[in-house]
C-alpha cells in the first residue's frame, strides 16, 4: 500500500520553462513534507518543505504547494535549468519534523533540455 | 547542513556472506537512519538508530537480518547478513537535521 505517490515516472521539460512534478498522499496523519533532488551515484539532497499548517513554500525557483483537501502536493521549477535534470522524490512524516520516519515516493525523473 | 560519508562506496558479495556499511557524520546528531532503495523502487526505511539504545526496526526488516551498531553520536554501521540476490540495493544511511534529514551517498550493493 503505497501512501505516497508519484504517478509521473518522467517528464521532459524545454530550459527556462516551469516543471511541475506532483505527488498525492493517502495518510490524513502526515504533517510534513519534502522534496529531494538525486543524481545518479548520489544520496537524496532536500530542497524544500512544508508544514500542513501552509499551502505554500518558496525558496529560489522553487515553489511547493499543498492542497490538503485533495492529499496533493507539488513541486514548482521556474525557469527550469538542465542542472535541474534528476530525479525527484516527496517524502511524507506524520511529524512536524524530519526527526520522523519519512515515507517517500517512487521519483519522478525530469530532463530538462536545452 | 550534516556531511555524510558511508564505507564501501560498492561492492559486490556472494549470497549467503555479510557486509557492514559504515556511515560517519561530521557533526554529533541524535538520531540516524538506514535507507534501502531497491531497483527501480524508492528509499524505504529499515531502521532508526539512537545512539545508547536498541535500533528501531520497521515492519518487514528484522534485527537478525540487519544488525545495526551505534556506538556514537557521529558513526553507525549497518551489517547485511546472509545474503541474497534480493538484497541487491542502495543502501543509504541519513541524520536528522531538524528541516529535513541530511543523506550519505549510499552504498550500492549487488549479491550475487
Known amino acids: 500500500d503505497q501512501q505516497v505517490k508519484q504517478n509521473s515516472p518522467s517528464l521532459s521539460v524545454q530550459e527556462g520553462r516551469i516543471s511541475i512534478l506532483n505527488c498525492d498522499y493517502t495518510?490524513?496523519?502526515?504533517?510534513?513534507f519534502l522534496w529531494y533532488k538525486k543524481y545518479p551515484a548520489e544520496g537524496p539532497t532536500f530542497l524544500i518543505s512544508?508544514?500542513?499548517?501552509?499551502d505554500k513554500n518558496e525558496d529560489g525557483r522553487f515553489t511547493v504547494f499543498l492542497n490538503k483537501s485533495a492529499k496533493h502536493l507539488s513541486l514548482h521549477i521556474v525557469p527550469s535549468q538542465p542542472g535541474d535534470s534528476a530525479v525527484y522524490f516527496c517524502a511524507a512524516s506524520d511529524g512536524m519534523d524530519s526527526s520522523y520516519k519519512l515515507i517517500f515516493g517512487s521519483g519522478t525523473r525530469l530532463l530538462v533540455r536545452p | 547542513s550534516a556531511v555524510i560519508s558511508q564505507k564501501p562506496s560498492r561492492d559486490i558479495c556472494q549470497r549467503g556472506t555479510s557486509l557492514t556499511i559504515q556511515c560517519q557524520v561530521d557533526s554529533q546528531v541524535t538520531m540516524m537512519f538506514w535507507y534501502r532503495q531497491q531497483p527501480g523502487q524508492s528509499l524505504t526505511l529499515i531502521a532508526t538508530a539512537n545512539q545508547g539504545s536498541e535500533a528501531t526496526y520497521e515492519s518487514g526488516f528484522v534485527i537478525d537480518k540487519f544488525p545495526i551498531s551505534r556506538p556514537n553520536l557521529t558513526f553507525s554501521t549497518l551489517t547485511v547478513s546472509n545474503m541474497s540476490p534480493e538484497d541487491s540495493s542502495i543502501y543509504l544511511c541519513?541524520?536528522?537535521?531538524?528541516?529535513?534529514?541530511?543523506f550519505g551517498p549510499g552504498t550500492r550493493l549487488t549479491v550475487l
Open positions: 512544508i508544514s500542513s499548517i501552509k
Open positions: 541519513s541524520v536528522d537535521g531538524g528541516d529535513t534529514q541530511y
Open positions: 495518510n490524513s496523519m502526515f504533517d510534513y
